[in-house]
């Protein structure tokens, strides 16, 4: 890989893991939120939760559909 493309692609990962940061939504959270959430051990959003909750804050309607693997068992993931 080219060295222009390994630091794009570099900065590219770090800008979509940065955006999925609990400390990155727009409005923030508050901070007993934020300490709540990190307590448990959540560092990063998922997919879902990044695209929906500032939509949530801005007091729109969301409908979110996800689709679940099966594990073979019949558990889901």
């Keep these: 890989m080219a060295p222009e493309t390994a630091k794009a692609t570099s900065r590219a990962a770090r800008s979509s893991s940065s955006s999925r940061a609990w400390e990155a939504l727009t409005p923030a959270?508050?901070?007993?939120?934020?300490?709540?959430?990190?307590?448990?051990?959540?560092?990063?959003?998922?997919?879902v939760q990044a695209s929906t909750i500032p939509l949530f804050m801005?007091?729109?309607?969301?409908?979110?559909?996800?689709?679940m693997a099966v594990h073979q068992d019949g558990t889901g993931c």
């Design 29 to 47: 959270l508050a901070e007993w939120i934020l300490d709540a959430v990190t307590s448990m051990g959540f560092l990063r959003m998922t997919p």
């Design 58 to 67: 801005a007091h729109k309607d969301v409908v979110v559909e996800v689709r």
